[in-house]
């Protein structure tokens, strides 16, 4: 069993930074795939970026390169995402998700943990 708890969510301005991290308990977590996905109001959830289980892959959807970086501590047990140069279309609540499966992320039903999600805000 495995659970997640996101962090560092808030409110800020266009064009600056906030840094998400998730923290996982339990012995196996450093055997999971972490990505991070999220869901703005009347929208699906959407895929952000993930990592694997060791932290030397790491994948980021379009909306994010460039801006965002994913970083895991496996010592830890946290996994982090960097947010730089943020705009109002990133304004979402945040989910961390881990799975074992080696199967595309886009796939939610591979997904085997959820955590309950962090508030970001961008405001003009």
């Known amino acids: 069993q495995v659970q997640l708890v996101e962090s560092g969510g808030g409110s800020v301005q266009a064009g600056g930074s906030l840094r998400l991290s998730c923290a996982g308990s339990g012995d196996t977590f450093r055997d999971y795939a972490v990505g991070w996905f999220r869901q703005a109001p009347g929208k699906e959830r959407e895929f952000v970026s993930s990592?694997?289980?060791?932290?030397?892959?790491?994948s980021y959807a379009d909306s994010g390169k460039g801006r965002f970086t994913i970083r895991r501590d496996n010592a830890k047990n946290t996994v982090s995402l960097q947010m730089n140069s943020l705009k109002p279309e990133d304004t979402a609540v945040y989910y961390c998700a881990a799975k074992q499966s080696d199967r595309t992320w886009y796939d939610l039903e591979e997904i085997d943990y959820w955590g309950q999600g962090a508030l970001v805000t961008v405001v003009v």
């Open positions: 990592i694997n289980w060791s932290g030397t892959v790491t």
